[in-house]
């Protein structure tokens, strides 16, 4: 729950249909709202403008481009977010983002409410 009392609202940064429904579904059934899954940076920066955004998952390749311009704006506006990817953090071009929490796919429920619990409930992320 967020400081108002409502659920706390997360950002799905995701490229794979799928794989960005499965992650939907699973943060709604724990109670969380969810904003996307935005399948490219264009997308999940245009929700971030218009929304408020406690917490975030970002896949890191998103086709042609990363989620690294997503993740340097929540890190400017202190919004904890991890990275859920196929690959590592040495696909981060920015240095100071290879340090962030990154889990890699698949990942399943209980391991996926462990990392919302420990990085975005917990704000250790940011």
Same mark, same amino acid.
């Given at each position: 729950?967020?400081?108002?009392?409502?659920?706390?609202?997360?950002?799905? !940064?995701e490229d794979a249909f799928l794989i960005?429904?499965?992650?939907?579904?699973?943060?709604?059934?724990?109670?969380?709202?969810?904003?996307?899954?935005?399948?490219?940076?264009?997308?999940?920066?245009?929700?971030?403008?218009r929304e408020v955004c406690h917490g975030?998952?970002?896949?890191?390749?998103?086709?042609?481009?990363?989620?690294?311009?997503?993740?340097?704006?929540?890190?400017?506006?202190?919004?904890?977010?991890?990275?859920?990817?196929?690959?590592?953090?040495?696909?981060?071009?920015?240095?100071?983002?290879?340090?962030?929490?990154?889990?890699?796919?698949?990942?399943?429920?209980?391991?996926?409410?462990?990392?919302?619990?420990?990085?975005? !409930?917990?704000?250790?992320?940011?």
């Amino acid at each position: 729950m967020s400081a108002s009392g409502k659920p706390l609202r997360i950002l799905i !940064v995701e490229d794979a249909f799928l794989i960005g429904m499965d992650l939907k579904m699973s943060l709604e059934q724990m109670g969380y709202e969810v904003l996307g899954p935005a399948p490219s940076s264009a997308r999940a920066m245009s929700l971030l403008q218009r929304e408020v955004c406690h917490g975030a998952i970002l896949d890191v390749s998103l086709g042609r481009e990363t989620s690294e311009s997503v993740a340097d704006f929540l890190v400017d506006k202190n919004v904890p977010f991890f990275f859920l990817t196929g690959y590592n953090n040495a696909n981060l071009v920015d240095e100071s983002l290879q340090e962030k929490p990154l889990y890699h796919k698949p990942m399943n429920r209980e391991s996926l409410a462990e990392a919302v619990q420990s990085h975005i !409930v917990g704000g250790q992320a940011a």
